[in-house]
């Protein structure tokens, strides 16, 4: 077996993925032949584990979606399920879903207030008029790079895109026309008078037991145009959405830093401005968010051991320095806006593969590889779900007392291997 190369396939012709396979030295196969490592597209999962063309996995293969992934990277069915697990969480009477004295989630509170159209329409007419003054942001559940998004501020702007929505009754054909739209961050935190979010790359090898791991070497995205709350400009994408297939078109966009700047960038830029330890606790309550989310999906997740997925986590932090959760991707952009772009990306699936496919060795379902700390790379564990239940036993054993912790990432992993969150 060491003596044989692995065979890799792909549906994306991204040098980032062909050059990190020649590198290894792998062997190209067609979707059709034995291929024992596929970088798919979303589609082609779809067949594979399709009950009417798919076909069963072997042992020596493995592919980079899970079956179901649009569980969490469907905007509507993300929502959806992270309202679920808050409500389960609440029946069990567990402290993390804790709620204020305005029936607010102390430690869960991550999303913004989203519904779903048409679904939800009576419950969002209720929740506007509350606070006719503010901004929604609409999206088709099932688009990506910012395809059909659209802001609004008055109900009769909602009414007119349903009647030009080919349907006088406000009702969507099918799921592929249905929205989701949810309360706008109008006070985002602004660099430079800019808009900008966050794209963090997950990587995510077991949904039960939970095991993802963050990439250190994500990005900011930036608007071209400067920010401005003002409702005249509601219609001005490039005031308000970061997607980098949108503000490439901007007047102002440079194609050499590509409206990019480096996570490691912001988190000097906000120690600087705001502090240390304000910095770390926005950070942390990043990772927080991430394990939630992933914990959320875990339960209704194909847990299938022939599988992994690297997200594209999108977040948007307020001035308030809170992160929100906005949306996950399921096949985040490989194509390279810069050479530092490209560079990035190479280490990100260079990374990638180190952990799912350690040592670059034929892929063994049957026993669980366990990459050494040596090959994470830019890679970070932040959520290990045995190594924390384990601990859980330990310390119970030790003490009756033993209140459950997440074992992830501390904020000085040399100093404490675990860190007990909230």
Same mark, same amino acid.
């Given at each position: 077996?060491?003596?044989?190369?692995?065979?890799?396939?792909?549906? +994306?012709?991204?040098?980032?993925?062909?050059?990190?396979?020649?590198?290894?030295?792998?062997?190209?196969?067609?979707?059709?032949?034995?291929?024992?490592?596929?970088?798919?597209?979303?589609?082609?999962?779809?067949?594979?584990? @399709?009950?009417?063309?798919? !076909?069963?996995?072997?042992?020596?293969?493995?592919?980079?979606?899970?079956?179901?992934?649009?569980? %969490?990277?469907?905007?509507? %069915?993300?929502?959806?399920?992270?309202?679920?697990?808050?409500?389960?969480?609440?029946?069990?009477?567990?402290?993390? #879903?804790?709620?204020?004295?305005?029936?607010?989630?102390?430690?869960?509170?991550?999303?913004?207030?989203?519904?779903?159209?048409?679904?939800?329409?009576?419950?969002?007419?209720?929740?506007?008029?509350?606070? =006719?003054?503010?901004?929604?942001?609409?999206?088709?559940?099932?688009?990506?790079?910012?395809?059909?998004?659209?802001?609004?501020?008055?109900?009769?702007?909602?009414?007119?895109? @349903?009647?030009? @929505?080919?349907?006088?009754?406000? #009702?969507? =054909?099918?799921?592929?026309?249905?929205?989701?739209?949810?309360? !706008?961050?109008?006070?985002?935190?602004?660099?430079?008078?800019?808009?900008?979010?966050?794209?963090?790359?997950?990587?995510?090898?077991?949904?039960?037991?939970?095991?993802? !791991?963050?990439?250190?070497?994500?990005?900011?995205?930036?608007?071209?145009?400067?920010?401005?709350?003002?409702?005249?400009?509601?219609?001005?994408?490039?005031?308000?959405?970061?997607?980098? @297939?949108?503000?490439?078109?901007?007047? &102002?966009?440079?194609?050499?830093?590509?409206?990019?700047?480096?996570?490691?960038?912001?988190?000097?830029?906000? &120690?600087?401005?705001?502090?240390?330890?304000?910095?770390?606790?926005?950070?942390?309550? +990043?990772?927080?968010?991430?394990?939630?989310?992933?914990?959320?999906?875990?339960?209704?997740?194909?847990?299938?051991?022939?599988?992994?997925?690297?997200?594209?986590?999108?977040?948007?932090?307020?001035?308030?320095?809170?992160?929100?959760?906005?949306?996950?991707?399921?096949?985040?952009?490989?194509?390279?806006?810069?050479?530092?772009?490209?560079? +990035?990306?190479?280490?990100?699936?260079?990374?990638?593969?180190?952990?799912?496919? =350690?040592?670059? &060795?034929?892929?063994?379902?049957?026993?669980?590889?366990?990459?050494?700390? &040596?090959? !994470?790379?830019?890679?970070?564990?932040?959520?290990?779900?045995?190594?924390?239940?384990?601990?859980?036993?330990?310390?119970?054993?030790?003490?009756?007392?033993?209140?459950?912790? %997440?074992?992830?990432?501390?904020?000085?992993?040399?100093?404490?291997?675990?860190?007990?969150?909230?």
């Amino acid at each position: 077996m060491s003596g044989q190369k692995v065979r890799w396939a792909c549906d +994306m012709d991204k040098s980032v993925l062909l050059g990190n396979f020649e590198k290894r030295g792998w062997v190209q196969a067609s979707q059709d032949e034995d291929w024992n490592f596929y970088w798919a597209s979303v589609q082609t999962t779809r067949n594979i584990f @399709s009950v009417d063309t798919g !076909y069963r996995l072997q042992d020596d293969q493995i592919i980079n979606h899970y079956p179901n992934h649009y569980e %969490l990277t469907r905007k509507d %069915l993300m929502v959806k399920n992270i309202k679920r697990y808050r409500k389960d969480l609440e029946k069990e009477g567990s402290p993390l #879903a804790e709620k204020d004295e305005n029936g607010k989630y102390i430690h869960l509170d991550f999303l913004p207030v989203t519904f779903l159209l048409p679904a939800d329409y009576n419950l969002f007419v209720e929740e506007f008029r509350k606070n =006719p003054s503010s901004t929604w942001i609409m999206k088709p559940t099932g688009k990506a790079r910012g395809i059909g998004i659209f802001l609004i501020n008055r109900l009769s702007q909602l009414k007119k895109w @349903s009647r030009d @929505s080919r349907t006088s009754s406000f #009702a969507a =054909p099918s799921a592929k026309d249905a929205y989701v739209i949810s309360k !706008y961050i109008d006070n985002p935190l602004l660099i430079g008078g800019k808009k900008f979010d966050l794209r963090l790359y997950v990587c995510v090898t077991s949904y039960r037991p939970l095991k993802c !791991y963050i990439y250190k070497l994500g990005f900011c995205r930036f608007c071209t145009v400067k920010y401005t709350p003002n409702t005249t400009e509601l219609d001005n994408m490039f005031v308000h959405l970061t997607n980098v @297939s949108i503000q490439k078109h901007g007047e &102002e966009y440079n194609p050499n830093h590509g409206g990019k700047w480096t996570v490691h960038n912001l988190k000097f830029f906000l &120690e600087g401005t705001r502090g240390k330890e304000v910095t770390d606790k926005l950070f942390d309550e +990043m990772y927080w968010q991430i394990v939630h989310s992933l914990k959320a999906v875990s339960g209704v997740m194909a847990n299938d051991r022939h599988c992994f997925e690297c997200y594209g986590y999108d977040i948007i932090i307020d001035d308030n320095l809170k992160p929100w959760l906005i949306e996950v991707n399921a096949s985040p952009s490989l194509t390279s806006t810069t050479a530092n772009d490209r560079i +990035m990306k190479y280490n990100l699936i260079n990374d990638t593969l180190n952990i799912v496919c =350690p040592n670059g &060795e034929i892929p063994d379902v049957r026993w669980n590889k366990v990459p050494s700390k &040596e090959s !994470y790379g830019n890679y970070e564990l932040i959520y290990d779900e045995e190594l924390s239940q384990s601990e859980v036993l330990e310390r119970d054993s030790k003490s009756r007392i033993g209140i459950a912790s %997440l074992s992830v990432r501390s904020r000085d992993s040399r100093a404490r291997p675990t860190t007990t969150w909230k």
